[in-house]
């Protein structure tokens, strides 16, 4: 008997391996598909060479798989399940006096396996890649300021600047429309000056920004409600930037879980961001361990008259997931719920249901 179930372990664990390595491939190559095509745009439009996209690429990698581990370790085990279940090998198994208790043999190595390889991406991964990516993107945008600039949206991280630009070739600024704010107005009249030109490009130093801007024309607001036309050839807007432009602040996900914590502790009274941060590098890796268990379960329970495609059936359930998970973040953030709470919700959902899907299993 003994025998017997460690080969009915081996082979289980054997192929939820390579679903588990093939949704992980397949999802990697769409996620990063997805992002090539953003990326493209540097390319095309910038002159960036191939090699510092690739770079990008690579650092993208850990964030992705910070949720395609989970996604993959739900569709690996309820593949396999589905198949058990619809080959008719789990009513056998049933038959000869096996019972579905012998399935955690195999499943407990591999969701403790998906539980410590998330938790190493979200811990070291996300932190190293983001990191990497965020300061190779502030290199870009040192040399050349105009990456910084996406075309058919209005831009506003310049501050007192809010610049549409309606296309990019080859750095140059096209179509574009800059509303200048006047800082020294504080009443209720926002003085300030509109410049509408042709064409254009951007130069930047240290703690400057020049636009050079070739035929248009500036419209000036003043206090007394007239606007002051002024047509030109050639106009440089200069920009004199604050200190704090050229230094580049670190987001929330670049910290590692101990990090956050201190952030947490220095911080309390802005906190929340950290919270949330160090709860998502916490949250992720546990939901991978109960999608293993999940689809198992939803894999055994699936009907031989109502057959549902798995891969559609593990999808519906991530979204499900993702979809209160996005709510529980926004509800953290907002303090509806408790900010140290919040993130946990979906996965005791998702516990519970799993709970209640195994007991049906080992009772029927």
């Known amino acids: 008997m003994f025998i017997k179930a460690r080969l009915i372990s081996y082979h289980i664990l054997k192929e939820i391996l390579i679903y588990f390595s093939l949704s992980c491939l397949v999802f990697l190559f769409l996620f990063l598909m997805g992002k090539i095509f953003d990326l493209t745009r540097l390319i095309v439009l910038h002159h960036i060479g191939a090699g510092l996209i690739f770079k990008l690429l690579f650092y993208t990698i ?33 038959t000869a006096g096996i019972t579905p208790k012998i399935f955690f043999s195999p499943l407990m190595p591999f969701a403790f396996g998906v539980l ?60 574009v429309f800059i509303y200048q704010e006047d800082k020294k107005n504080k009443g209720w009249w926002h003085k300030g000056q509109v410049i509408i030109a042709k064409s254009g490009c951007l130069a930047k130093d240290r703690h ?3 636009i050079h801007l070739k035929k248009g024309c500036i419209v000036s607001l003043q206090e007394d409600k ?39 502790k220095r911080h309390p009274k802005n906190a929340t961001p950290y919270i949330l941060a160090f ?41 499900i997931y993702q979809i209160l998970f996005s709510a529980a973040n926004s509800l953290g953030e907002t303090h509806v719920l408790p900010t140290h709470l919040s993130l946990w919700i979906p996965n005791i959902m998702a516990g519970l249901f799993t709970i209640y899907l195994w007991h049906g299993v080992i009772h029927d």
């Open 208 to 210: 400057r920004l020049v």
């Open 62 to 94: 850990p964030y992705f798989l910070s949720y395609i581990i989970p996604i993959s370790a739900l569709l690996s085990t309820l593949l396999t399940f589905l198949r058990l279940n619809h080959d008719r090998e789990f009513i056998a198994l049933k």
């Open 226 to 264: 007239e606007a002051h036309f002024l047509n030109y050839n050639q106009y440089n807007l200069v920009i004199n930037l604050p200190k704090s432009f050229g230094q580049r602040h670190k987001n929330p996900k670049e910290y590692s879980p101990w990090r956050l914590w201190q952030m947490i």
């Open 116 to 175: 410590f390889l998330t938790l190493f991406v979200t811990s070291l991964g996300i932190p190293w890649g983001s990191s990497a990516a965020r300061d190779l993107i502030f290199k870009i945008t040192q040399k050349k300021a105009e990456v910084a600039l996406k075309p058919g949206i209005f831009n506003d991280r310049i501050p007192g600047l809010i610049i549409y630009v309606g296309k990019i070739e080859n750095g140059v600024l096209k179509d």
């Open 279 to 319: 709860h998502r590098k916490l949250v992720l890796p546990i939901s991978a361990l109960i999608f293993v268990y999940l689809g198992a379960a939803l894999g055994l329970k699936e009907s031989q008259e109502k057959r549902m495609g798995g891969i559609t059936l593990g999808l519906l359930c991530f979204i």
